[in-house]
């Protein structure tokens, strides 16, 4: 059984995608404004909603929202760094979470996809950081951000599934 | 069609993907491990403070024996380190985000500091693993 979410399609997918874009960019930016122990570890709570377009309107919405949020926050906060490691970032975990979601949706739960993409994220993260500066120590604060994501990615997968089931009835109903 | 329980939600494959995830972090942590170990005898370290990958400064740490603090201008803004006995850390940064001032203290075990925004890197290794990494970066600017 396929255990995946009826699709939205047309006007209202680009409703979603606009609505999930801008919730996005609202987590993403005051996000930024906790302070959090170590820099570098996010809350992602914008990642509910990359996760959200893909559950409701396919791989092609998620890509959507990650690039328009990228951008968009980088419009923001004019942080180049951040741009770069952001989109080597999402190089690394949108392929991740697209190919375990669209291929072993029957065999994996939400919030186990959302944790390997929390932990593809952070990988590609600090490989662009290790690349940019050339000090492979970097690499040494791997597992602090690794650990974070495990409950940063079940947090995260947990609420788009359920902001899914809930959507599901706003959007996909006449 | 699934029904909302309140309850997490886990799937047979789960397990499958948890083990994965956990051996990259073991591998993770091993990594990190061995890229921080080999600095551990005080009386070899030097602090060097890298900027755009090419050391700018480099202090002996036995010479610290008293609070001082070093001014590096990087990325067109200027960062200041505290340097003691204690450890070191960044005091101040006019860079945009700070971060680099809530990294952790760093002293006798390695470690390292980050400014990212001035593409600044501070830290401490052993003078076997500094001298190794120069006359990499002299062969690498050869070829």
Known sequence: ?174 | MSTDTGLPSIKRGDLVLYSVLAVIFLASCAASWFLLSGARDRSDLVLEAVLDGRVVESVDIESLKRESTIAIKAGGGINILSVGPGGIKMISADCRGGDCLRMPMIGSRGGIIACLPHRLIVRVRSRGQANAANVNAIDSMTY
């Open chain 1, 1 to 174: 059984m396929d255990a995946r979410f009826e699709r939205v399609s047309g006007p209202r997918r680009l409703a979603l995608i606009s609505l999930c874009s801008a919730m996005a960019i609202v987590t993403g930016a005051a996000e930024s404004l906790f302070p959090l122990p170590f820099p570098g570890m996010r809350l992602g709570i914008a990642n509910v909603f990359n996760l959200l377009a893909l559950i409701l309107s396919g791989p092609g919405s998620s890509v959507s929202v990650a690039v328009l949020r990228l951008f968009l926050l980088f419009f923001l906060s004019g942080n180049m760094f951040s741009l770069t490691c952001g989109a080597a970032g999402l190089l690394l975990s949108l392929p991740v979470t697209i190919v375990l979601y669209e291929r072993h949706n029957t065999a994996l739960s939400i919030p186990a996809i959302s944790t390997a993409s929390a932990f593809a994220f952070n990988i590609g993260q600090v490989a662009a950081a290790i690349i940019l500066t050339g000090e492979p120590a970097i690499a040494s604060y791997l597992p602090l951000l690794l650990a974070a994501a495990v409950i940063t990615g079940l947090a995260v997968g947990r609420l788009a599934e359920t902001l899914a089931r809930r959507l599901r009835y706003l959007l996909g109903r006449d």
